[in-house]
Nanobody, 125 residues
Framework: EVQLVESGGGLVQPGGSLRLSCVAS????????IGWFRQAPGKEREGVSY????????DLADSVKGRFSVAVDAIKRTVYLQMSNLKPEDTGVYYC??????????????????WGQGTQVTVSS
């Protein structure tokens, strides 16, 4: 059974930092593409980043470049989203997702088959 479990969300002041974790199981981790997405209240879910170990490819959305970064620990089957200089507009539920069959390097959500339950990030003073 494919499982994706996010953690690390919370309340942080503007300018602060958080690190989100996504622990994956139930599939060949190195072959998959893992994406991070977020959804603010009343808005569409948007792609934040993706990482594909076998593809040797990683990218971030323009809105978070220079502030967010992605890292992977293949032994722990975990993908991290390091978020710095957080802004109120970064508030939302953050999800990780996986492409397992024929993965492509993209943050388009339609390509992702499996999703975690999400973790809330709130940036507020």
């Amino acid at each position: 059974e494919v499982q994706l479990v996010e953690s690390g969300g919370g309340l942080v002041q503007p300018g602060g930092s958080l690190r989100l974790s996504c622990v994956a199981s139930g599939f060949t981790f190195d072959d998959a593409v893992i994406g991070w997405f977020r959804q603010a209240p009343g808005k569409e879910r948007e792609g934040v980043s993706y990482l594909g170990t076998r593809l040797n490819s990683v990218d971030l959305a323009d809105s978070v470049k220079g502030r967010f970064s992605v890292a992977v620990d293949a032994i722990k089957r975990t993908v991290y989203l390091q978020m710095s200089n957080l802004k109120p507009e970064d508030t939302g539920v953050y999800y990780c997702a996986a492409q397992i069959e024929s993965p492509v390097g993209t943050v388009e959500k339609v390509f992702y088959d499996y999703w975690g339950q999400g973790t809330q990030v709130t940036v507020s003073s």
